[in-house]
């Protein structure tokens, strides 16, 4: 855990990376690795282009649900 954490540190600093977003302790960032940089404090995670539609949908839902909780009827 500890070695592959140093190694995405390493991974990380080499990348060219570009900022898209940041919002407090969330952080995006497109990246010359091909990925995309998603940081949430001290946590870096990188996901595939393609999946950002689908993590930011997924959110978006989440959120949609959190604010009108009673249109997600159980
Ligand atoms: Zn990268």
Same mark, same amino acid.
């Given at each position: 855990?500890?070695?592959?954490? #140093? *190694?995405?540190?390493? @991974? #990380?600093? %080499? /990348? %060219?990376?570009?900022?898209?977003?940041? $919002? +407090?302790?969330f952080? =995006?960032?497109s /990246? +010359? /690795?091909?990925? =995309?940089?998603?940081? !949430?404090? !001290?946590?870096? =995670? *990188?996901?595939?282009?393609?999946?950002? @539609?689908?993590?930011c949908?997924?959110?978006?839902?989440? =959120?949609? $649900?959190?604010? *009108?909780? %009673?249109?997600?009827?159980?």
């Amino acid at each position: 855990m500890m070695n592959h954490e #140093t *190694r995405l540190e390493s @991974d #990380t600093s %080499r /990348c %060219r990376r570009h900022m898209l977003a940041k $919002n +407090g302790p969330f952080l =995006v960032e497109s /990246c +010359g /690795c091909g990925m =995309v940089h998603l940081t !949430f404090g !001290f946590m870096t =995670v *990188r996901i595939a282009p393609g999946a950002v @539609d689908a993590l930011c949908a997924t959110l978006l839902e989440a =959120v949609q $649900n959190l604010e *009108r909780p %009673r249109a997600h009827a159980h």
